[in-house]
């Protein structure tokens, strides 16, 4: 990839549908996670295999996560956070087969992604308040910020699309010119430092989402301190 | 005069990568060494203090990727150079 990362290239047409080829990579990496997921649950046993205690493992690392930086029960968010960890790590190491673009590099896959993000944290945040309650919580700390709030909303949506669309694609246009300019062995530490920003990228997409939902769905910091503000500031000094 | 835009573009693209990486760098910098502190202290609190460096650092970064992404836009979708 040398070109403009900008640009998209029509694969094939699906009627009258133009299906790009980020589009049909990140349809064949879904198929693949769906496929693997069946097969890897298809026989679940008290007693473990060892394909089970990996998976395990990861659900388990997963709902740690969760709780650790939500501070809330893992059971709702463990698919969703779960799901866009797992794409978005495969989306970001999908680069490595031969003759494939990680979807990640094209803006429309981060677009897709961070709007999920957006509606999953409206959706949480209206499902854990309620109406009342989550509009209340544009207005935290006072009337003032109800625009800086509202203003944030799209800003932060932003900038997770372009943070995982800037990195992916660098990642990617610095091996196309790597290898347009040395040849055949030269971008291999380049390959292998993407493989490492993938699995951060990947890994802040997803702390990122569950910051903003967990942010939706509890109380604010300022609005939870009177609850308990002797037990706070005892705490702050040690 | 049609010749200026192209050549003030590709100067303001990595004038934008150059000085865009300045600022995050040293701000990653002070960040990481911050962190290595704190956990060198407490090492025990280094799975909280990580993965809070690991946001801040991608908040932190997310400066100059706007910056890259400025400068690719400037190379490759530029609304002045038609």
């Known amino acids: ?238 | 005069m049609t010749d200026l835009i192209p050549v003030v573009s590709i100067l303001a693209a990595a004038l934008s990568v150059s000085f865009g990486a300045i600022g995050p760098a040293l701000a990653e910098g002070r960040a990481v060494a911050a962190a290595m502190d704190a956990i060198a202290r407490q090492p025990e609190s280094a799975g909280t203090l990580s993965r809070t460096l690991f946001v801040g650092l991608a908040m932190i970064e997310t400066m100059a990727i706007y910056c890259l992404v400025i400068a690719i836009l400037l190379l490759f979708a530029n609304p002045f150079l038609k």
């Open chain 1, 1 to 238: 990839m040398i070109g403009s990362p900008l640009r998209t290239d029509v694969l094939f047409h699906l009627g009258p549908v133009p299906v790009s080829s980020a589009v049909a990579v990140s349809w064949g990496i879904m198929a693949l996670l769906v496929l693997g997921a069946w097969l890897a649950t298809r026989r679940l046993a008290l007693r473990p295999s060892r394909t089970q205690v990996v998976l395990e493992l990861l659900v388990e690392t997963i709902d740690a996560q969760v709780h650790d930086t939500m501070q809330v029960d893992p059971a709702p968010y463990r698919a969703l956070i779960g799901s866009i960890f797992l794409f978005v790590l495969a989306a970001n190491w999908s680069g490595l087969v031969p003759g494939i673009e990680p979807p990640t590099a094209h803006l429309e896959t981060d677009a897709a992604l961070a709007g999920i993000v957006f509606f999953a944290t409206i959706v949480f945040g209206l499902r854990a308040r309620g109406v009342r309650g989550y509009l209340a919580s544009f207005a935290e700390p006072g009337w003032l910020m109800v625009p800086l709030n509202l203003v944030e909303q799209v800003t932060r949506t932003f900038s997770l699309m372009v943070r995982l669309f800037g990195n992916v694609m660098s990642g990617v246009f610095v091996v196309g010119i790597a290898l347009s300019l040395a040849g055949l062995i030269v971008p291999i530490p380049f390959m292998a430092l993407d493989l490492l920003t993938g699995a951060i990228q990947a890994y802040i997409f997803s702390v990122l989402a569950m910051v903003f939902i967990g942010a939706a769905v509890h109380p604010a910091p300022p609005s939870r301190a009177p609850d308990a503000p002797a037990s706070s500031d005892r705490r702050d000094p040690s």
